[in-house]
């Protein structure tokens, strides 16, 4: 099958790539590496050095044989990415290409509005450009599950049956994000439905949630093939984070009481469920959301056992709780469903499975190059974080 995986030189989109090439897919990757700007804007380099995207495609080549495509240019210009699609002619395109980053999005004015216009606008190319010259192809876009929020009710996989006044409907999940980037995916999420519905094209939806892990079994081949693990407050997650403080014998940082609740998955079951959305493809002019995880924790919960594998490991390290910079809910009820990938033959791995002999071992072998300065968050939602963030990269 031909597929293009955009935001190929991601932390997803290469593994992602890499993946689908090893089981014999044409595979192409776009990305414009503005993300590599935003790190070096921040000063938020990743823990483990990352050759360019041109390098590992010729690393890939070398280790493997296998062929990858490379298309550089910007998902929000019409032209490029018309012409892409026109030439590659994908049968799968898997949508990575976005500003992955809440705090990223809660900034500052300009970085918000970059979040939105990006992400909103690349998307929307790629529809117009797909009814264009690609209308029978397979759109898997990664969403998120931080489009859904945290209601009292059990969350559905996209849509909900609804009883209103003795009439009944299926209508999509009602949404509830919790910062400017989680908004930008759910406006991606009515677009994609909404193109779907007038031109008959077909997407997945991935609503996924936090992922870990650094290895995969293409990663492993060669040390040039290695994706990117951050642990920064911007673009790290808590789990990283708190794997990198407990290496550094500093206290794991958990922000308000800890009681947020979300789904977790390894990077190998993201491969395994952008591979099996794309092997059962939706029908024409049908949207469909998928809960992409496969376990749920607390905040407090991650925190307790990193702290305890890291003992084992030979790590010893406290509990800190700081004021939560972010508008969220601290203790809530938290229940979605996640049937659907798990019907189609996902089968999960666990956090236990590679907390200490992935994850804490990668990061002891780079312990060198953790940077305390970029943990601790400066990034607050009420508005507040232009000087903080300011502060921090001129001292970085």
């Given at each position: 099958?031909?597929?293009?995986?955009?935001?190929?030189?991601?932390?997803?989109?290469?593994?992602?790539?890499?993946?689908?090439?090893?089981?014999?897919?044409?595979?192409?990757?776009?990305?414009?590496?503005?993300?590599?700007?935003?790190?070096?804007?921040?000063?938020?380099?990743?823990?483990?050095?990352?050759?360019?995207?041109?390098?590992?495609?010729?690393?890939?080549?070398?280790?493997?044989?296998?062929?990858?495509?490379?298309?550089?240019?910007?998902?929000?210009?019409?032209?490029?990415?018309?012409?892409?699609?026109?030439?590659?002619?994908?049968?799968?395109?898997?949508?990575?290409?976005?500003?992955?980053?809440?705090?990223?999005?809660?900034?500052?004015?300009?970085?918000?509005?970059?979040?939105?216009?990006?992400?909103?606008?690349?998307?929307l190319n790629i529809l117009w450009a797909m009814r264009e010259h690609a209308p029978a192809a397979h759109l898997v876009k990664l969403g998120t599950m931080g489009e859904y929020g945290t209601?009292?009710?059990?969350?559905?996989?996209?849509?909900?049956?609804?009883?209103?006044?003795?009439?009944?409907?299926?209508?999509?999940?009602?949404?509830?994000?919790?910062?400017?980037?989680?908004?930008?995916?759910?406006?991606?999420?009515?677009?994609?439905?909404?193109?779907?519905?007038?031109?008959?094209?077909?997407?997945?939806?991935?609503?996924?949630?936090?992922?870990?892990?650094?290895?995969?079994?293409?990663?492993?081949?060669?040390?040039?093939?290695?994706?990117?693990?951050?642990?920064?407050?911007?673009?790290?997650?808590?789990?990283?984070?708190?794997?990198?403080?407990?290496?550094?014998?500093?206290?794991?940082?958990?922000?308000?009481?800890?009681?947020?609740?979300?789904?977790?998955?390894?990077?190998?079951?993201?491969?395994?469920?952008?591979?099996?959305?794309?092997?059962?493809?939706?029908?024409?002019?049908?949207?469909?959301?998928?809960?992409?995880?496969?376990?749920?924790?607390?905040?407090?919960?991650?925190?307790?056992?990193?702290?305890?594998?890291?003992?084992?490991?030979?790590?010893?390290?406290?509990?800190?709780?700081?004021?939560?910079?972010?508008?969220?809910?601290?203790?809530?009820?938290?229940?979605?469903?996640?049937?659907?990938?798990?019907?189609?033959?996902?089968?999960?791995?666990?956090?236990?499975?590679?907390?200490?002999?992935?994850?804490?071992?990668?990061?002891?072998?780079?312990?060198?190059?953790?940077?305390?300065?970029?943990?601790?968050?400066?990034?607050?939602?009420?508005?507040?974080?232009?000087?903080?963030?300011?502060?921090?990269?001129?001292?970085?």
């Amino acid at each position: 099958m031909r597929i293009i995986v955009l935001g190929g030189d991601g932390y997803l989109g290469w593994p992602t790539a890499m993946y689908l090439s090893a089981r014999d897919h044409e595979v192409a990757v776009l990305d414009n590496f503005s993300k590599r700007g935003w790190e070096a804007e921040l000063n938020a380099e990743p823990l483990i050095p990352i050759n360019s995207l041109r390098h590992r495609v010729r690393a890939w080549k070398e280790v493997t044989g296998r062929h990858l495509s490379l298309f550089v240019g910007d998902l929000c210009e019409y032209d490029f990415v018309r012409d892409v699609l026109r030439e590659f002619q994908p049968e799968a395109i898997v949508h990575f290409g976005e500003q992955p980053s809440a705090p990223f999005s809660m900034i500052d004015q300009p970085r918000c509005i970059m979040t939105q216009v990006n992400n909103i606008t690349g998307t929307l190319n790629i529809l117009w450009a797909m009814r264009e010259h690609a209308p029978a192809a397979h759109l898997v876009k990664l969403g998120t599950m931080g489009e859904y929020g945290t209601p009292n009710i059990d969350i559905e996989e996209g849509f909900i049956q609804i009883e209103h006044h003795g009439r009944k409907d299926l209508l999509p999940y009602p949404k509830q994000p919790g910062s400017f980037y989680h908004l930008s995916k759910v406006h991606d999420s009515h677009n994609i439905t909404f193109a779907c519905k007038v031109w008959k094209l077909r997407s997945t939806d991935l609503h996924q949630g936090v992922v870990y892990g650094v290895a995969t079994d293409e990663t492993e081949l060669d040390e040039r093939l290695a994706t990117s693990f951050h642990y920064d407050e911007v673009f790290g997650t808590a789990l990283n984070r708190f794997c990198v403080q407990a290496i550094a014998g500093i206290p794991l940082t958990v922000y308000g009481k800890g009681g947020q609740t979300r789904g977790f998955l390894n990077i190998r079951d993201t491969l395994r469920c952008v591979e099996l959305s794309i092997l059962n493809p939706p029908q024409a002019g049908e949207y469909r959301a998928f809960n992409q995880f496969t376990q749920m924790f607390s905040i407090l919960d991650l925190a307790e056992t990193v702290q305890n594998q890291a003992q084992k490991f030979g790590f010893r390290t406290a509990i800190k709780h700081l004021p939560n910079p972010r508008v969220e809910a601290e203790e809530h009820y938290y229940n979605p469903r996640h049937q659907k990938l798990l019907d189609l033959g996902l089968q999960p791995h666990l956090l236990s499975d590679v907390l200490v002999d992935s994850m804490l071992v990668t990061i002891r072998d780079h312990a060198h190059r953790i940077r305390r300065e970029v943990i601790l968050p400066r990034v607050k939602w009420d508005g507040t974080s232009e000087a903080a963030v300011k502060t921090y990269v001129s001292v970085s």
